[in-house]
């Protein structure tokens, strides 16, 4: 159980456009999720927390309006690289958050590996 | 605030040796320790964890107690594989807030 997909799992853009990156609990409901990046050889950075039927919150240094975070359902939650430019490109890594009420568990998506050229 | 230190550098080790990797936590109150494992190319999976003071998390052979005194969950094993080659974090969650911290992770490598 608690299986976390990522779709796509690799994307090449080009500078200017748009991509959306789809993070899916398989197997259990999410009212939250969370989004990382990584840059090569170090570690996860948090970007933003998602909650399902509200308004992400975004960490300090993230543009809200460059990584549009939309959690539409229990089971959903999107990112997208708006004008993408060379330097967006990295590793984006979704989880979601154990159901349990009493659980602070995240289980790890395979990533999204974005490039853009 | 929360954090999560780990030793410096990458582990490079023989097939059977000893595998430890340090890892040292500053929290307010008593945070849920996790160790999670990188393997090239993809995401995160959860190893082990320990939820309070001297829990035992085990895994694949992976060791790591929660040592509330000294503010640590170093990770071993007793005999690494090959297979054991990746990138190994520690993070710890705090009761409230939902985020994980996490360090910087070492890279193991296990040459046959």
């Known amino acids: 159980g608690a299986v976390v997909s990522q779709h796509p799992s690799r994307v090449i853009c080009k500078s200017g456009t748009s991509v959306k990156i789809e993070c899916r609990s398989l197997?259990?409901?999410?009212?939250?999720m969370f989004w990382y990046r990584q840059f090569p050889k170090q570690s996860l950075m948090l970007m933003a927390t998602?909650?399902?039927?509200?308004?992400?919150?975004?960490e300090q240094g993230v543009e809200k309006d460059k990584f549009l975070i939309n959690h539409a359902s229990l089971t959903l939650s999107t990112l997208t690289v708006t004008s993408a430019h060379p330097e967006d490109s990295s590793f984006y890594i979704c989880?979601?958050?154990?159901?349990?009420?009493?659980?602070?568990?995240?289980?790890f998506g395979p990533g999204t590996r974005l490039t853009v050229t | 605030g929360n954090s999560v230190t780990q030793m410096e550098g990458p582990v490079t080790l023989s097939e059977e040796a000893f595998l430890t990797i340090n890892c040292t936590y500053t929290?307010?109150?008593?945070?849920?320790l996790f160790w999670y494992v990188q393997y090239p190319g993809e995401g995160l999976q959860l190893l082990l964890k320990?939820?309070?003071?001297?829990d035992k998390g085990s895994n694949k052979g992976f060791e790591a107690t929660y040592r509330k005194e000294t503010t640590s969950f170093h990770l071993e094993k007793g005999s690494v594989q090959v297979s054991d080659s990746a990138v190994y974090f520690c993070?710890?969650?705090?009761?409230?807030?939902?985020?994980?911290?996490f360090g910087k992770g070492n890279q193991v490598v296990v040459i046959p």
């Open positions: 989880s979601a958050r154990d159901p349990g009420p009493t659980s602070y568990e995240q289980y």
């Open positions: 197997d259990f409901q999410a009212t939250t």
């Open positions: 998602s909650n399902e039927g509200s308004k992400a919150t975004y």
């Open positions: 929290a307010t109150g008593y945070p849920s």
């Open positions: 320990a939820t309070k003071a001297d």
């Open positions: 993070a710890l969650v705090y009761y409230g807030n939902n985020r994980l911290a």
